[in-house]
């Protein structure tokens, strides 16, 4: 009967059966473990089937279902003969036990569930989630939307037309919850934004992903699009040379690793009678970012600077919002490391002007900084190589960046500050940048430090 629902249950790759000694058969998959018990004959014939996806819903006990699908040690599919596949449920992150979440009488979509499109379909997903749910029927996206708030069960369906089946899977596998209120009950949960534990969760390698296959250095984009250059400035811009310092005799040379170290603080006051000099941010930028080498790998130009960077690509830019520099005019510049000089931006004033009060209000209210510093990254750069994991790992290259900074900083005896945040709209304003091609991602105030500190 072509209209008749079929369900397909195929265990998730990676999963083996053991069994014990008892006669017990575990699943195991990684460091995960689940007892399906003392299966019979038709268990164990019902355990080869859904190993190689012939098992049909109707041969699996509720119970059995809900373990597997919900628990996510296995995927499903449902559909019909005639118009093909409703929706299908994929196993994602580690399978947990759904015996610890009884179903509920009025469930809610989680927090920190996302309904995004997929090509012709409409995928549903949380990072607390065992399986992923996706929907090629229009008609069940927007019966699922009505559980933005909680639906009482009535009989084999819930309110909203939702079928009770469906609905055990997607509270087993943690799509729905009892209420929104029990996501926040303790601060496990209600410490988490669902931005921030997205973040968390699709920038690292899981037990549902590839590393070189779906995640990690993958270089996707090769042969689709052309890697960006290394060079990241406007040839246009009026470009100011920097002298190349000696470093050898220099005071900061004097300065053990150490003493550097244990030093290192912030500051957020400056000596105004002896704004920092042009030839300080020459040696400061020399010794923090300056390309010390660059080749060719294939095609794609990398560089080796006093900071590392992931596959040698070296996505982050300079940027320097100066006030005030003795020996440089105040706006805003570009670090070009390759030259090692500046180039002047035509950037709006109003926008630095902002750029320079918000800085202030980051660092307390204290003075605004004599030299801003604003890290961009030019996305393109690491994300064509790298999927899922590119912006963490820029957000990593900022951390590493920084403590260059302060480390050099303290050791010429300048005052430096890590800003904790940032304003991306202001810097594109500022810049006349994309925000999707590049945007700012740290900030970085320095100055002259006064005397006795």
């Known amino acids: 009967m072509s209209g008749v629902e079929e369900v397909r249950i195929r265990l998730r790759p990676g999963v083996s059966a053991v069994t ?30 859904l190993a190689d996806g012939s098992c049909t819903g109707t041969e699996l006990p509720a119970a059995l279902d809900r373990l597997l699908v919900g628990g996510g040690w296995a995927g499903l599919e449902v559909g019909t003969a005639d118009s093909g596949p409703t929706y299908a449920l994929s196993p994602v992150g580690r ?74 899977r997607l509270w087993a596998c943690g799509l729905l919850t009892a209420s929104d209120d029990g996501e926040a009950a303790d601060l496990a949960h209600a410490q988490w934004r669902p931005h921030e534990l997205w973040f968390h969760h699709e920038s690292r390698d899981r037990t549902h992903r590839r590393l070189g296959v779906d995640f990690g250095g993958t270089t996707w984009a090769k042969g689709v699009f052309p890697a960006l250059p290394a060079v990241g400035n406007d040839s246009a811009w009026r470009y100011v040379p920097l002298p190349a310092p000696q470093l050898a005799g220099l005071p900061a040379d004097q300065v053990t690793l150490s003493e550097a170290i244990e030093s290192r603080r912030s500051y957020r006051s400056y000596d105004e009678d002896r704004p920092i000099r042009l030839a300080e941010i020459s040696e400061f930028l020399y010794r923090c970012a300056r390309v010390r080498a660059r080749d060719d790998h294939h095609g794609v130009e990398m560089s080796d600077r006093p900071y590392p960077s992931g596959g040698r690509l070296h996505e982050l830019e300079i940027y320097l919002l100066v006030r005030s520099v003795d ?46 510093i604003l890290l961009s990254a030019r996305f393109g750069r690491l994300m064509w190589k790298y999927e899922s994991m590119g912006y963490a790992l820029v957000l990593k290259h900022v951390g590493v960046l920084m403590q260059t900074m302060y480390l050099v900083a ?36 320095l100055g002259s430090r006064r005397a006795g500190q």
């Open 95 to 168: 399978p947990r036990r759904p015996e610890e979440y009884p179903a509920p009488t009025s469930p809610v979509l989680s927090r920190f569930a996302v309904l995004r499109r997929a090509g012709a379909a409409a995928v549903l997903e949380s990072p607390l989630a065992t399986q992923q749910l996706t929907m090629h029927d229009p008609t069940l996206v927007a019966t699922l939307t009505a559980l933005i708030a909680p639906v009482p069960r009535a009989g084999s369906v819930l309110l909203t037309g939702v079928s009770a089946p469906l609905a055990d």
């Open 327 to 372: 020996g440089l005019e105040s706006g805003l510049y570009h670090y070009d490391p390759f030259q090692h000089g500046l180039a002047r931006v035509p950037a709006e004033p109003v926008a630095v002007r902002a750029l320079l009060r918000r800085s202030a209000g980051a660092m307390a209210g204290h003075e605004q900084p004599q030299v801003l």
């Open 20 to 49: 014990a000694s008892s006669g017990e058969v575990h699943l195991v998959c990684g460091p995960d473990t689940v007892c399906l018990g003392v299966l019979d004959e038709r268990g164990r014939a019902s355990l080869i089937r």
């Open 410 to 445: 303290t050791a010429m005896g300048l005052a430096p500050c890590a800003l904790g945040t940032g304003d991306v709209d202001l810097f594109a304003a500022a810049s006349g940048r994309d925000s999707l091609h590049e945007s700012s991602v740290g900030e970085f105030a």
